[in-house]
């Protein structure tokens, strides 16, 4: 594993969009929850930077609000945390509201030899550039580490992502930008790695020799409740396919890396997914969720601020290859969409079929689960006898739980925060590893673009699971024994 690295002495975090929803929900608890496990140091400080006009007394409010205490000690925790808190106001806009900030930053860093500044972009992708250009005219500490942290989408295709990237290149080094997606944080997703690699009973059992089929699912039972015009211009392919599955799909099937330092784990991963041909329209199966069957929940068509007309995707699944010798014939069987029947995200590794069956009769074939959320654990489907005194011996598939019961699990952004404040890159994605995956699945984004006869995406019930074809498209692509 990658050297320990502590947090930097006299480090700053800026949350840009300190008052929106990421900020609220995601980062004031994360980072609540490394101060309550006594992970920041004594000195760190956090500055909420947004247009808005908001008192210091308001903004440790709204700190405070979604954090739950659970026992008394807590209380004083979180009264120590707010007290190194403070808030710019950047109504001002342009030059002022960055000067602004920096005067705050040079407060905070008087009479201290370094000052180590972190920057997290909790704001929409269409003004990363601008506020990246601000921070580093304004805002570049001159003593010490500065960095930026930016929340996917990273792009809509492979070209406006390269196009990002070189929009950042004159002002911030690749060692400077953590990228966040914010699935690499969970804790069954970093045990892939762990299961993977440090269990010899599964290192060498997984590939095509052994391996059927792999399936990975994302599903959500709620739909676009309040994003819709956000979804309608990303769509779930953009949103969840491009970014969390291929980050899943590459740590499920890249090779051994030397170690696990940042560089070495994002070469296998980028070597892995450059085996991997880019999705065909003829594997894929695109779906719009219409009202559901009582009527009790919208059509996607109903949200605010989405068209009539909208052929934007809320489910897709799609089949994926990987051709290199480990995989070689193996489907990989991806799908993810809103307002379906549960919302579940799990991986299932499908083993070929035992050839003993001459000897038990019929024999199921194992099935190893990983399931990320929610309930984390991971389930191994084996066949044994089912005790009996009768003279008929039954063979049946038993599940061997290794669920994570009794274990308090960091939030992903925790896990995120912590290595984003200690400069470790190992979950973050390089930029190489974006154009692997935008390459991945561009062409079929553009061919969903087009907006042909044959790509109108088929409506299914809010609360089901799934357009009509589903289940043919899966079977059509899993192994025969």
């Known amino acids: 594993m990658p050297t320990e690295v502590e ?113 997290y972009l909790a704001l929409p992708p269409s003004v990363f550039v601008l506020m990246s250009e601000q921070l580093k005219k304004h805002c570049y500490s001159k003593r010490g580490d500065t960095r930026i942290i930016i929340e996917k989408p990273f792009g809509h295709d492979l070209e406006s992502s390269r196009d990002l990237q070189k929009a950042l290149d004159p002002n911030w080094r690749e060692d400077e930008i953590f990228r966040v997606d914010h699935y690499l944080g969970k804790e069954v997703v970093n045990n892939l790695l762990v299961m993977r690699f440090g269990n010899e009973i599964f290192g060498s059992i997984w590939n095509c020799r052994h391996i059927d089929s792999v399936e990975v699912s994302i599903t959500e039972a709620g739909g676009a409740e309040g994003r819709g015009s956000y979804f309608n211009r990303s769509g779930a392919i953009r949103d969840v396919m491009q970014n969390h599955m291929t980050q899943i799909l590459a740590l499920l099937t890249m090779e051994r890396p030397r170690s696990f330092s940042a560089n070495d784990l994002c070469n296998e991963k980028v070597r892995v997914l450059s085996w991997m041909p880019p999705i065909a329209p003829t594997n894929t199966l695109v779906g719009q969720y219409g009202p559901s069957t009582g009527g009790s929940k919208p059509a996607f068509k109903d949200e605010e601020d989405v068209p009539n007309d909208s052929r934007c995707v809320t489910f897709c699944a799609a089949i994926a290859h990987i051709d290199n010798e480990r995989w070689s014939g193996v489907p990989f069987l991806l799908k993810a969409g809103k307002a379906l029947n549960e919302s579940k995200t799990i991986i299932t590794i499908n083993f070929l079929p035992s050839p003993n069956t001459h000897i038990f009769g019929p024999l199921s074939p194992n099935q190893l689960t990983i399931r990320i959320q929610p309930d984390e654990g991971v389930f191994l489907k084996i066949n044994s006898f089912r005790p009996t005194l009768g003279p008929d011996t039954k063979i049946e598939p038993t599940d061997l739980d290794l669920t994570y019961r009794g274990r308090e699990i960091p939030e992903a952004y925790e896990a995120l925060l912590l290595d984003a404040l200690k400069g470790d890159y190992s979950r973050s994605v390089r930029r190489d590893e974006l154009d692997e995956s935008w390459r991945v699945w561009t062409p079929l984004l553009h061919f969903l673009d087009e907006e042909r006869d044959d790509t109108v995406p088929i409506q299914y019930p809010y609360g089901s699971t799934g357009p009509e074809g589903l289940g043919e498209l899966m079977e059509s692509h899993r192994h025969k024994s």
Do not use: T
């Open 7 to 119: 947090i930097q002495e006299n480090s700053v975090l800026v949350i840009l969009g300190a008052s929106g929803d990421l900020a609220k929900k995601k980062l004031y608890p994360a980072l609540f929850g490394l101060e309550r496990r006594s992970l920041l140091p004594a000195s760190f400080q956090i500055i909420g930077f947004a247009p808005d006009k908001i008192e210091h007394e308001e903004f440790v409010k709204l700190i405070k609000s979604p954090i739950k205490l659970e026992i008394p000690r807590h209380a004083e925790q979180l009264a120590e945390f707010s007290s190194r808190c403070s808030y710019v106001s950047g109504h001002e806009g342009g030059d002022k509201a960055f000067q602004a900030l920096q005067k705050r930053l040079e407060e905070l860093g008087h009479g201290k030899k370094e000052q180590n500044r972190l920057f």
